[in-house]
């Protein structure tokens, strides 16, 4: 079945909606994007979403497409018109078309697009088992905290992830971990607190660890911000990552090293169930 998509104040089927070949979120990835998950036909994070848009767009000096008001009810038409209960919206915002040129104008009017993507987030078979990383060279820009369409390094460690028998990468800067491939990083330390790295221009701030964190700060788990090496993960007592797409997701082995048992551990285990519940009773 075809989807309802949007895209620049029209909602279409897919198969008809269009962005010119001039836009420069296809020609130079001036783009950026959010993806905000759906639970129950409703959106979880809604405001941490929405405002890591604005910054997004402020950085690149791109004007914002349409008013937040707005943008919330296209992600709930979309979520409404195409029966979506769980899944995602994801949206993007380009610079807008030009004649191809390395500078660009301010009076440029931005693209904005909007779809949907219907999928079992809470039910994966990914959390039972636990996913499987490798470490690799962080060789992305460095404006990381921008979330941005450039997404090529991001997929190319992806696929040699999976060449090597993995699931994802972490990668890798000055001996420290940067994050996952499209996710935040997290260990648990034998001592049962939580480390993920502190928020800098080195990764994305994610919506999924602002929210992590407080919910562990409810739960009395703390939690240091600070870097960490691939031998400190390896020693770890469990490992996660956190992102819109995958809440909390068990990390069961790293280069190969299982971390505990190889199987996903209480912590993580407890911090998914804890962030399904608190994400369905704060979803809008
Ligand atoms: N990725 N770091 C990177 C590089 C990411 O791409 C993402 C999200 C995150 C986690 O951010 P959040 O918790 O706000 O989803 C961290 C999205 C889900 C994606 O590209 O599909």
Known sequence: ???????????????????????????????????????????????????????????LEIPMPASPEEILEIHRQLVTRNG?????????????????????????TPSL???????????????????????LDDLRWHRRDIKTTQLLYASMAKMQAKAAGADDAWLVEDGKITEGTSNNA???TKDGVLVTRQLSNDLLAGITRASLMRYAAEAQISVEERAFTVEEAKGAAEAFVTSASAFVMPVVEIDGVKLGAGSPGPVATRLREIYVEESRRTAI
């Open 186 to 188: 997290w260990i648990v």
């Open 113 to 135: 697009v909007l779809f949907t993507q219907a999928k079992a987030i809470v039910a994966s078979p990914m959390a039972q088992r636990g996913s499987k990383v490798i470490s």
């Open 84 to 108: 979506v209960e769980e899944g995602a919206v994801y949206m993007q915002v380009t610079r807008g078309a030009a004649d191809r040129d390395f500078a660009w104008t301010a009076d440029m």
């Open 1 to 59: 079945m075809s989807r309802i998509v949007y895209v620049n104040g029209e909602y279409l089927p897919e198969e008809e909606a269009k962005i010119s070949i001039f836009d420069r979120g296809f020609l130079m990835a001036d783009a950026v994007y959010e993806v905000a998950s759906v639970l129950d036909g409703k959106l979880l994070d809604y405001a941490g979403h929405e405002a890591r848009l604005a910054r997004s767009l402020g950085e």
